[in-house]
């Protein structure tokens, strides 16, 4: 099955939401990070557990997921 321009359109921008509130996110996890506890940079175990998740939703954006129908 593949992805009309439209759809793909559409999946692409939700990844882009995603990752710029994953960004946003994170900068204000460093901030609090550099504010309260310096010495141990814990906010990268949020950045480490979130990549996966945007790879994954870019996969589905690429149309990686979708299953080919019968017949086709």
């Not at 995603?18 to 990070?33: E, F, K, Q, S």
């Not at 949020?46 to 996966?52: C, G, K, N, Q, S």
């Amino acid at each position: 099955m593949s992805l009309t321009p439209e759809e793909r359109v559409r999946r692409g921008q939700i990844v882009r939401k995603h990752v710029m509130i994953g960004l946003l996110t994170l900068l204000v996890l460093i901030a609090v990070n550099a504010l309260f506890s310096s010495r141990y940079p814990w906010w990268l175990w949020v950045l480490i557990a979130w990549m996966p998740l945007v790879a994954g939703h870019t996969a589905w954006a690429m149309g990686m997921f979708e299953r080919k129908k019968e017949g086709s």
